[in-house]
Nanobody, 122 residues
């Protein structure tokens, strides 16, 4: 499986962006998909994750502002009410056997896309 993230850019605080993660290869439709982000000098942070036939989980810092969705072609992250602290490189990831209680753990994922940079100005 190969993942290709896109959609990042520069936006003012309060604005919106939609990230896309295009997936190619077999098996994607049955995998757990997630978004993580990493700001300069900080650890990678869980943003959102979606297992097949399950509800979406969100990191506390983005609940109510970000919405994740997916289809057989990829995954998407709608980001609204953006804040300067949302500035980071955003990564999509996919994994075969991600337990529901470990959706937020980066080590659970087998495939990663390259990052797409989101910059939110104040």
């Amino acid at each position: 499986v190969q993942l290709q993230a896109s959609g990042g850019g520069l936006v003012q605080a309060g604005g919106s962006l939609r990230l896309s993660c295009a997936a190619s290869g077999r098996g994607f439709s049955s995998m757990t998909v997630a978004w993580f982000r990493q700001a300069p000098g900080k650890e990678r942070e869980f943003v959102a994750g979606l297992r097949r036939s399950s509800s979406t989980e969100y990191g506390d810092s983005v609940k109510g502002r970000f919405t994740m969705s997916r289809d057989d072609a990829g995954a998407y992250l709608q980001m609204d009410s953006l804040k300067p602290e949302d500035t980071a490189a955003y990564y999509c990831a996919a994994g075969y056997s991600v337990h529901s209680i470990r959706v937020h753990r980066a080590a659970e994922y087998d495939y990663w896309g390259q990052g797409t940079l989101v910059t939110v100005s104040s």
